[in-house]
């Protein structure tokens, strides 16, 4: 870790008999960070000095401390070149100090405030690399907890460095923290820990994925005057990106989902993109167009016509949905066209395809019917012969507050919803875009408008989008398809 220098000790400290404390490299609500001399190896390292304010309460401070000696703990567990390497804790004298690799680079939020927003290419490197740090410490079971830009660390050649776990969490450990606060960045928060809900590997990535919207767009798309503020425009608002497209926009795009279950994961997020890095000439439409400078230049933004209006809050609008299909089918796909096996959208509700209660098969169940506006579609044994399967289904945004995002959108981030899904081992058949067929089904404006507090035990899919498959001829399924 480093900074600025902002001034050298007239009498050196020495700690632990071994490390001469040298210059104050920055400070901040959990210490100082010392940039000292190890005279035992005869290397230079960072110092994080614990340094708690006065009147701070025991059981508080307990608190803190604990969270300081498990930054080192988990820290100390990883092994990545993306994350910054934890050698040593000392207790001395009621203090404790966390002896780390000194990283000579600005933070990601330095350098953006200093030149403006990243080009596409070298935002790409830095996202590969975060999300191999990220995957070293998911892997061990640590969850961040706070990934922000001031969090990445990037040095003059281009490495990137993920720094401060102070307040990440072992995912089984019990959370340290007091009672009814919130632990992280509130611009970098995601909607399900907004929730309420514990921190995980997908809110990590959520986190990400803002973290790499501020370094491509130069600004973060929730940022606002007040907590509050900030927390509602996570939840309720729809920005859009401007200056990201292809592959980088689709990533950021699929990292940020509001529901984590739609979320992409880091290895799809990482291959897209290690695969989008590795193509020297880009096909029309994806990819980064080629940058002749590593100056921060305005890159020249080439989309797809339904690419229009990438919405960060959930639409890939195809490109997240395709890029992913090849992934998992070993190739990669460019296209217009939507997948061959996807059917034509289905709505339920007032103005649709089909009524709420011809369709009453849930997710991860099985319907005696084919979707059709002629038919109700009612839950069968899966283990019996049967036509259809509801293979996945969230709620778009998690939240009964969003207002209705229009039909053209729902429609899709259902498709997008639906294509990941029926392209991943979920749905794992040989050969099965000639094999079935598959189908988003989403609600209508006047489903989306009811109020979920006067809905039925019975009718509480009134925001859901689901995806359905069935064979291709349209004959009975003897075997569950999907993987549960």
Known sequence: MTGPTQGVSARP??????????????????GVVWRAQDNVIGRQVAIKELHLPDGIAVEERRVLEERVLREARTAGRLNDPGVVTV?????????????MELVEAATLSTLVAAHGPMPQDRVISMAIQALSA????????????DVKPGNLMITPNGRVKLTDFGIAQAVDDPRLTTAGSLIGSPAYMSPERIH?????????LWALGATLCYAVEGANPYERSTTAST???????????????????????GLMMPDPNARLTGPQARAMLERAAAQPTPPTGFGVPPNQTMHYTQPTAVRKPWLKGVLITGTAVAAVALLVAGLFLGRWWFTDQPPAAMAETITYGPGGTI?????????????DNLVDPNTTVNYTDCDEPHRTEVYAAAEPFGSDKMPYPGDEWLRGYAENFCTLHFMSDRVPVEDKQSKLRYVAVVPTAGVWAEDPAKASSDDKRFRDVACVLWNKDGSALNDQVYAK
């Open 134 to 145: 990220l995957d070293s410490a998911h892997q061990a079971g640590i969850v961040h907890r």
């Open 355 to 367: 009524e709420p209660t011809q369709f009453k098969a849930g997710s991860g169940q099985c319907g």
């Open 13 to 30: 400290r020495v700690i632990a008999g071994r490390y001469t404390l040298l210059a104050e490299l920055g400070r901040g609500g959990m």
């Open 87 to 99: 050698y040593d804790v000392v207790a001395e004298a009621g203090m404790t100090y966390i002896v």
């Open 196 to 204: 309420g809900n514990e921190a995980s590997p997908a809110s990590d």
């Open 231 to 253: 927390l509602h425009a996570i939840m309720n608002e729809m920005p859009r990106l401007t200056r990201a497209h292809g592959v980088l926009g689709a990533v950021i795009t």
